[in-house]
């Protein structure tokens, strides 16, 4: 008898009213055989504490097989959830791989020991990176449809190209290629799973959405969680779907339910919705006994639907296999599975010095990138190509800003523009007559008009879907520059920002990198801007490994530094204060379409010799008014240091004033309990208290937010007579 796999692309493309073979319902068995006896293994090995965390995929296998046999590993996309152990097998992640990851082996080709075991990845076979986060993946499958299509659209996109991010993305693409998102009944309670609903149906986009259905969200049953407790009937009505609701335990039911789903997808005729009603035969984890919260009668009703035990029923009944023959082969796939965990156990452990690897980028380390040489053009060299980039007179931020974004979208055709507002009309025909927003603050304007609906276009209303669809995006090798339209707003993407963005390529072990760019308005001294128009709150994202930041304080400097972001192999939070969208200080000359700065590297804006002054964005101007003041009224030779970037910050720049004049004072707009300057201070203190001659001194905002009334916004935000005094104070200590 061959016991070899059935090929998963065979079978999906077999007949839908094909009759399976007695092979290929042999294979289906021992994917889902071997997956739940790889599920009693890892049991096994955490009772005996070779192992650290176990959760199970045990009810699940059959829905699982169906759709990955209906599907193609290497050409569909795949985004499932720590509990699709049989979905990874059936695709092609083996038990050896499985085992490598629950003992945490440096040789998991999934996390290199940095993730819990049946967190799935391999760029090979199209499982993009799963985290704990229920739900969150679900806005990156329409990402990763969204890509695919684009790059169908324009295959000259895809091709690589020397010095910027491209160089290391490998792009593969099919134009009927079907996406697969993966979730359980319970996290369809998470809003981004609506989200993506609902941009998958407006864009006809070719995802297929598996509902695994066992009934309970831990210890929380579906009715608490689904009103009335169905999830079928809750999106019903949502257009361009096929809805399937079928039994998740018997695998040929499944399969077929796949292959319909995946024709519907492949045919263009938008998204599909399989509902498979599973079981969970064993708690949720082994942190977990569903004994404290179901009844015994429930769980007996619940074996009897085991599909482990229906599918071998099958097998006997329909004589395809004899009892002898069943047993022998069980026996084969036991030794298989005790074969490959013992070998995880010999395997060796990450070496400690690996921790840091795979933060950011080794490839292309932006700051020190090959482009970034931080040389403008010579006046009047500018191209001409758009208004924003004519000519030598000085711009505002605002117009450098734009002038990037227009010279980088014609360079790279993978970049895409979107968020709330962004585009210049969603409506194109209005265009005509009407001159086009390009967002609240107008510095996308013109970039629909020149590059089309397609390459930059409106968003609906949430944040989380704006930064979840980028990261979706970008792991397929795009680079999708997106707007908050307000930082104050940000706080529903946050999710996303922190347990996705950032950490995709730390997590995969470097497999997988999400280098997408969000364009965040932030700040106050707007003059009424008040609670929800004046934040800031930096420290809390500088916070977050993986994730580069930039605060410019003036045109060139954001100029150059959004192109650095725009061509980095790393995510990047690019901050722009909007008070300084349009000031007359700061403004500069068009550097031209290369000029790039390194992230990581400060600027001396005022040479002093008495007291350094670090500091960015909007406090900069200010601080310079404090210098200045300080030089004419005190003889305080102040000298300021900008910053430009939050993470990485220029610590030898720092370190190089603060020897010279043995006095800081660190400013900054947030508040200043937990702020920014506080972890400045500490290391100052820490590494240069021998040349230091005074404390450290820190100015920043009240411990409150910003206020509506102009007189409180004043008296809560630094203003330079504040700076000027912390300066005083400090020389004469």
């Known amino acids: 008898m061959n016991l070899a796999v059935f090929s998963p692309r065979g ?4 007949a839908l009213n094909g009759t399976l073979s007695p092979q290929a319902m042999i294979d289906m068995y021992r994917l889902m055989y071997l997956s739940r006896r790889i599920d009693d293994r890892e049991i096994l090995l955490k009772r005996q504490n070779k192992i650290f965390f176990q959760v199970s995929g045990a009810g699940h296998e059959a829905l699982q097989v169906g759709a990955a046999l209906a599907l193609r590993p290497g050409y569909d996309w795949f985004l499932p959830y720590y509990r699709d152990r049989a979905l990874c097998l059936a695709l092609g992640i083996s038990p050896s791989d499985m085992f490598l990851q629950a003992v945490g082996a440096g040789t998991d080709p999934q996390s290199g020991g940095r993730q819990m075991p049946c967190h799935w990845s391999s760029k090979p076979l199209h499982v993009v990176s799963t985290s704990s986060s229920t739900a969150t993946q679900m806005l990156h499958a329409i990402g990763c449809a969204e890509a695919g299509r684009y790059y169908s659209a324009r295959p000259e996109s895809a091709k690589k190209a020397e010095g910027d991010y491209r160089q290391f993305e490998d792009v593969e693409f099919h134009g009927d290629e079907v996406v697969l998102a993966c979730i359980g009944e319970g996290s369809t309670s998470e809003g981004e799973f609506w989200e993506a609903l609902n941009t998958a149906s407006n864009q006809k986009l070719p995802v297929i959405f598996m509902i695994e ?11 608490v969680n689904t009103p009335g407790g169905n999830i079928s009937r809750l999106v019903a009505n949502f257009p361009h779907f096929q809805f399937q609701e079928i039994d998740g335990t018997d695998v040929e039911t499944c399969l077929r339910a796949f292959q319909k789903a995946a024709a519907w997808c492949r045919a263009g005729n938008g998204p599909a919705f399989v509902h498979g009603h599973c079981i969970r035969p064993y708690s949720h984890s082994l942190s ?19 599909p482990i035990h229906c599918m071998q029923m099958r097998l006997l009944r329909e004589n395809i296999v004899t009892t002898e023959q069943i047993t ?45 040489d931080e040389r403008a053009a010579e006046a009047g060299s ?29 360079r790279d055709e993978r970049i895409v523009v979107y968020g709330e507002d962004v585009a210049d009309a969603s409506r194109e025909a209005v265009l005509g007559e009407a001159k086009g927003k390009g967002g609240v603050f107008k510095l996308t304007a013109g970039l629909q008009a020149e590059f089309g609906g397609e390459r930059v276009f409106n968003s609906p209303l949430a944040e989380a879907n704006i930064v979840g669809r980028a990261i979706g995006y970008a792991v397929r090798g795009m680079k999708p520059i997106v707007e908050i339209q307000f930082f104050d707003y940000i706080w529903p993407a946050m999710h996303q920002i922190r347990n996705e963005l950032a950490l995709m390529r730390w997590r995969s ?129 102040v000298e300021i240091i900008d910053l430009r970037t939050l993470n990485p910050y220029d610590w030898e720049a ?23 300057g506080a972890e400045l201070a500490a290391r100052i203190a820490d590494e240069l208290f021998e040349d230091l001659d005074a404390p450290v001194k820190r100015v920043a905002g009240m411990d409150t937010f910003v206020a509506y009334q102009p007189v409180l916004e004043d008296a809560i935000l630094p203003q330079p007579e504040k700076i000027l005094q912390a300066i005083v104070d400090l020389k004469a200590w």
């Open 509 to 637: 072990n470097g497999v997988w990198g999400s280098p997408v760019v969000i364009r965040v308005p932030i700040g106050g001294y707007l003059t009424g801007g008040a609670i929800y128009h004046s934040q800031c709150g930096e420290s809390i994202f500088t916070h977050i490994p993986g994730l580069r930041i930039a605060m410019p304080s003036n045109a060139l400097d954001a100029n150059g530094l959004l192109r650095t972001a725009i061509r980095g192999a790393d995510p990047v939070m690019f901050l722009e204060h909007k008070r300084l969208y349009r000031e007359t200080y700061g403004r500069a000359p068009y550097p031209g379409p290369d000029f790039a700065i390194p992230f990581g590297k400060a600027r001396t804006v005022r040479e002093g010799t008495d007291v350094t002054l670090v500091t960015y964005g909007a406090v900069v101007p200010r601080a310079l008014q404090a210098a200045q003041m300080a030089e004419r009224k005190h003889n305080i030779a």
């Open 382 to 410: 500018a191209p001409g190509k758009s208004k924003s980039s004519q000519g030598s007179a000085p711009r505002t931020m605002a117009d450098l800003i734009n002038a990037c974004l227009h010279d980088e979208m014609r």
């Open 11 to 14: 079978l999906g493309e077999e």
């Open 288 to 306: 977990d006994d569903d004994k404290l919260y179901r009844s015994a009668a429930e769980r007996e009703a619940d074996a009897m639907r085991d």
């Open 654 to 676: 720092i370190a190089e004033s603060v020897r010279k004049t043995s006095r800081v004072v660190i400013a900054h707009e947030d508040m200043l309990s937990w702020g920014y």
């Open 213 to 223: 259905d066992n009934g309970y969200a831990i210890s929380v049953p579906v009715e």
């Open 328 to 372: 022998e082969l069980e026996h084969k796939w036991d030794k298989e599975v005790i074969e490959a965990a013992d070998a995880a156990l010999t395997a060796p452990l990450p070496p400690v010095d690996s921790i840091m690897k795979h933060v950011y980028s080794e490839q292309l380390d932006i700051t020190n990138p090959p482009f970034a």
